[in-house]
């Protein structure tokens, strides 16, 4: 019960902020201090970031926004970084506070747009304010949920376009996972917004127990009584630190032969498996879990693994709750897709209380997943780290099987960052008095490195800014080219530049001090041992610059090499991975690009784009042979015969050999021999200690380049983004795009292309080079601006539906490749080429063919075809809007008709 001083006090509270008061009463809790705090600066009229653990509560100062704005007569939009999030807001919102308040916003769905409180993705609202749209008038607020997305590498620029564009009379409500540098964010939109309060909340309202779990055996991270939440320091577990030791030993032990018996010493702590797990989970009373597996394919063979052990956690109620769930769900799916879909696995699985959640499923079964559980039906998901991305999916616990993740390109180690994110899941609030995270045993695994992730709670917001061609355009057409360029330099990209700057004087001055003593320590009675150490490193730059003479000599005879082969030319590959008999089904010749890359197939079947690497000599061709024209590389039973013929048509053919390498004669170069003449003739060259004194004047001349180095860094760091737009602004001047302060025709067709490939889509449009197409023409060439295939390097040719689609990407091609050379004589690399891979199935899906032959063919999730499609369809869009009145938008109007059909056009969210 409150104390009299403690009713006062929030009596007087209460008067001098009404509305929070008012707010208040609609939840049947009391508000935790840094949310008062932060709505009552919000209530003040203030701006305000608010930096606080995944589940801590931050949503409800931006609730409190909406609320301030419907009681004030004001607008308030809810801005929010993916669609499954704006929909999930927009759903809570309407059952608060009625649908004909609330409007949504996103590029599926468009309702009630002119709503008080609109819920919108981030690049809505930015292309509102370069539209000037008229739906602006009256806002008061936008709040900026998962406002940390400004550091996406592809799509947190929008985020500062957007704070900085904002007039200055909207408050802006940023809420941010808990950032290390929120102190340098907050003082970033103090000076560009004006006053902000910057509020940081550590704590999390749930408690987070960190465990191993060891075969069927959960141990605590750390000691007992020293440490039970994330974010405060602890003595690791030494049982664990233990086990970690004996592990070492015993792989020490292994490397060696094995003792008499033949058997080698096994570790007895062992990883659990998924059944195991699951079993584990539930006796421990540890559920619902969602357990991050980083692989798709790892996610539904967890699944598959867990229904082939019978193992149910839900009740008859609850099976049958889950499947009337399930069942209305999906009840738009046509009957022909649900077996292709795989839907009856999924049902029966979910009623089990087992379900993966990755982005290769179909949005309707994510969303039935996300529901289920978050109502907890659902006991155990298997995820990949995309659901650690905004969605509202709280758990008890949270497992991660392993502490290293493929990020594309290598297996990288989970970031102190992303650990946080993961496990900040754990612990419902209301619910649970505790959350879990749960670390599984590997081999190797360091329990002080799972101490030093789960002590390290934060994790830096930097910024990804940088200006594009559509920014550009927009910026010149209101405000004019000195003007942008002004509101450009307020970035948080600047901001952070002109702050490391400091840090690099400092250090530079530190050098400068330790250059001088090098020096000294380098002087020689004989004589200026700095001008010796000078001719020394001056012979070691001319002899490591003739070995790099001869190395690309070697390599322009082999790029030669392969610029001669053509469709039908017979190699033999002489190194790697695919060395052996190949056929050339693409030379690689692509305009622009710097080295040919050869796509062949080999005698045992595979369809590889090889690179300079395989080729470590010449090649030429040993004979030719005949492609047919319908050969698909896709297509298993097609690569099998042209194989055959490949080892059919070399058999007689002397092949086995190896390209002879005709070496060049490289001459010397004369200054060598002078300077080791000069060497030997100088003083210090007989001195004794010339090798000790040599090692000094290195460490003077590294110290020195370095230094030279962190020099020009502050004078690029200066600046940076203006000197970007200044480059960004010539290429769009000799394209014709911008004339001074005056934005052409042309470019004010480029205003309305939001696409990576902006400039790109803007050329085509100028070149026409897409008019007269057919509607399924169009799509599958426009499909090359939106589809980016999985994997580059082994990705096949694309197959191409007919000649004159084939022609135009041909032209795109072209177009691209001029675009591209007119970057790298400006100093930019924005743009792509253009990726064809999903063309196909795009012109088979516009002429209606099913679900079933379009995965197939594409050999993509659905989740994946999905997703490709409405990209597509937004960039198409687009280039309707920017096209005008005439043939080519009647023609990508009825693409997009077309294209919205099955499971493409399904949206959950009903006006």
């Known amino acids: 019960m409150s104390s009299p001083a403690e009713k006062y006090a929030r009596s007087r509270a209460d008067r001098a902020h009404p509305h929070l008061a008012e707010f208040r009463g609609l939840y049947p809790f009391a508000l935790d201090p840094f949310q008062v705090e932060a709505c009552e600066a919000v209530e003040d009229g203030q701006g305000v970031l608010v930096a606080a653990p995944t589940g801590s509560g931050k949503t409800i100062v931006g609730e409190f926004a909406v609320h301030l704005a419907l009681a004030t007569g004001r607008k308030c939009f809810y801005t929010t970084p993916i669609k499954a999030l704006s929909n999930q807001k927009f759903t809570d919102l309407v059952a608060r506070y009625g649908p004909e308040n609330v409007g949504l916003l996103t590029g599926d769905n468009s309702i009630n747009g002119e709503a008080p409180v609109v819920v919108m993705t981030t690049e809505v609202l930015r292309n509102m304010l370069y539209a000037g749209s008229r739906t602006l008038t009256g806002l008061g607020f936008v709040v900026m949920d998962e406002v940390h997305y400004l550091a ?139 357990v991050f597996v980083f692989s798709r394919a790892g996610c539904d063979a967890a699944v598959q693994q867990v229904m082939d052990a019978r193992i149910t956690l839900t009740s008859p109620e609850e099976r049958a709750e889950i499947a009337s769930a399930v069942d209305a769900a999906c009840a738009h799916l046509p009957d022909d897709d649900l077996h292709v879909l795989g839907y009856y696995e999924f049902r029966e699985a979910l009623t089990r209380g087992v379900a993966a959640h990755h982005a290769g499923m179909l949005p309707t079964f994510k969303e039935s997943v996300e529901q289920l559980f978050s109502a907890g039906l659902v006991k155990v998901v298997f995820a990949t780290e995309t659901l650690a991305l905004g969605i509202n999916m709280p758990a008890r616990t949270v497992v991660i099987e392993r ?72 910026l010149v057409g209101q405000v004019g080219r000195e003007r942008a360029r002004e509101l450009l330099e307020q970035s948080f990209a600047q901001f952070q530049a002109d702050r490391a700057v400091v840090g690099l004087a400092r250090q530079i001055h530190k050098a400068d001090e330790a250059v001088a003593g090098y020096r000294e320590s380098a002087s020689c009675e004989l004589g200026d041992f700095m001008e010796y150490a000078a001719l020394r490193r001056e012979l ?58 050869p796509m062949v197939l080999t005698a045992n079947r595979h369809a590889r784009r090889l690179a300079l690497v395989d080729f470590p000599t010449p090649v030429e061709a040993i004979t030719r042979m005949r492609i047919p024209k319908s050969f698909n590389a896709r297509n298993p039973q097609a690569r099998r015969d042209l194989a055959s013929s490949l080892r059919n048509r070399a058999q007689g053919v002397k092949w086995h050999r190896d390209t002879a390498y005709r070496e060049h004669g490289f001459a010397p170069d004369p200054r060598i021999d002078q300077i080791r003449t000069q060497l030997r003739e100088h003083p210090c060259h007989a001195c004794p200690d ?72 803007s050329e085509c449009l100028r070149e026409g080079v897409w008019d007269g197409l057919e509607p399924a023409d169009l799509a599958a060439v426009i499909s090359g601006l939106t589809f980016e295939s999985r994997s580059s390097d082994d990705t096949p040719a694309p197959l191409m539906p007919n000649r004159q689609v084939l022609e135009v990407s041909e032209t795109m091609d072209s177009l691209c490749a001029d675009l591209k050379r007119l970057e790298r004589e400006h100093r930019l690399t924005y743009l792509r080429e253009p990726d064809f891979g999903f063309a196909h199935a795009v012109w088979s899906w516009v002429h209606g063919a099913s679900l079933d032959d379009v995965l197939r063919e594409t050999e993509m999730a659905a989740g994946d075809f999905v997703r490709a499609m409405k990209q597509l369809i937004d960039v198409m869009a687009q280039v309707a809007d920017a096209a005008g009145a005439g043939e080519l938008r009647d023609a990508v109007r009825a693409a997009l008709a077309e294209l919205r059909r099955g499971v493409v056009s399904y949206t959950s969210v009903v006006s």
């Open 690 to 761: 010339r090798e000790s004194h040599a090692r000094w004047a290195e460490r003077h001349q590294k110290l020195e380049r370095d230094t030279a180095n962190q020099r020009r860094r502050i004078e690029t760091r200066t600046n940076t983004v203006a000197r970007q737009f200044d480059r960004v602004c010539e290429v769009l001047r000799v394209l014709g795009y911008l004339d001074g302060d005056t934005v052409t025709p042309d470019g004010q067709r480029l205003q309305r292309v939001y696409s990576e490939l902006d400039l790109l889509i």
């Open 152 to 290: 996406d590498r592809f799509r947190g620029a929008v985020w500062e376009e957007v704070i900085i564009g904002l007039p200055e009379s909207v408050a802006v409500i940023s809420l941010s996972a808990t950032v290390s540098n929120a102190e340098e964010f907050g003082a970033w939109l103090t000076e560009v917004r004006g006053g902000t309060a910057n509020i940081v909340e550590e704590r999390r309202p749930v408690p987070l127990h960190q465990h191993v779990l060891v075969g069927r055996r959960l141990f605590p991270l750390f000691e007992d009584g020293e440490r039970t939440s994330a974010g405060e320091g602890g003595q690791v577990n030494r049982q664990l630190e233990r086990m970690a030791r004996e592990d070492v030993q015993l792989t020490r032990m292994s490397k060696g032969r094995p003792p008499k018996g033949g058997r080698r010493p096994r570790s007895r702590h062992r990883t659990p498996g998924r059944v195991e797990l699951v079993d584990k989970l539930d006796s421990e009373a540890l559920l619902p879990a969602i």
């Open 540 to 597: 070691s730059d001319l002899e490591s610059s003739g070995s790099r003479a001869r190395r690309t000599a070697e390599r322009d005879q082999v790029v030669q090499s392969l610029s001669s082969l053509k469709i039908g030319d017979v190699i033999n590959v002489p190194a790697g991975r695919w060395a052996g008999l190949a056929v050339v089904l693409d030379p690689g010749h692509r305009s622009g690009a710097d080295d040919p890359r």
């Open 403 to 474: 502490l290293s993740k493929w990020n594309g390109e290598s297996h990288v180690d989970v970031t102190p960052g992303e650990y946080t994110q993961l496990t900040g899941r754990a612990g419902r609030r209301g619910i649970d008095i505790e959350g879990h995270g749960v670390v599984l045993w590997q081999p190797g695994l360091d329990p002080r490195q799972v101490g030093g992730l789960a002590s390290t709670r934060t994790y830096p917001l930097n910024s990804s800014f940088q200006p594009s061609y559509n920014m550009a355009v927009n």
